[in-house]
Nanobody, 126 residues
Framework: QVQLVESGGGSVQSGGSLRLSCAASGYTYSRCMGWFRQAPGKEREGVAAIASDGTTTYADSVKGRFTVSRDIGKITLYLQMNSLKPEGTAMYYC?????????????????????WGQGTQVTVSS
């Protein structure tokens, strides 16, 4: 059974930092994973993704502030979030693809992924 478990969310003031983690288990690790977020009343949007070869892509709104990385041995995905803004308040989800992938804009789309975690809440106060 595939499991993705996010952690590291919390409350932080504007300009602060958080590091999210996503521990994966129970499936053949494709190394193709992403982070999404969903604010109240809004659609889920792609934030960052890492392709099978380790290359990364980011939404324009987080470029230069967020960094996605992974530890293949621990089968864990990370999202380092710096200079957080109030509009970053959302539930953050990690996602994994069953098959390997090459880098592309489509990795920031929900349809690219087969498995999802339950999410971790991030709240940024002004």
């Amino acid at each position: 059974q595939v499991q993705l478990v996010e952690s590291g969310g919390g409350s932080v003031q504007s300009g602060g930092s958080l590091r999210l983690s996503c521990a994966a288990s129970g499936y053949t690790y494709s190394r193709c994973m992403g982070w999404f977020r969903q604010a109240p009343g809004k659609e889920r949007e792609g934030v960052a993704a890492i392709a099978s070869d380790g290359t990364t892509t980011y939404a324009d709104s987080v470029k230069g502030r967020f960094t996605v990385s992974r530890d293949i041995g621990k089968i864990t995905l990370y999202l380092q979030m710096n200079s957080l803004k109030p509009e970053g308040t959302a539930m953050y989800y990690c996602a994994a693809r069953a098959q390997d992938c090459r880098l592309g804009w489509w990795l920031l789309r929900q349809y690219a992924y087969d498995y999802w975690g339950q999410g971790t809440q991030v709240t940024v106060s002004s």
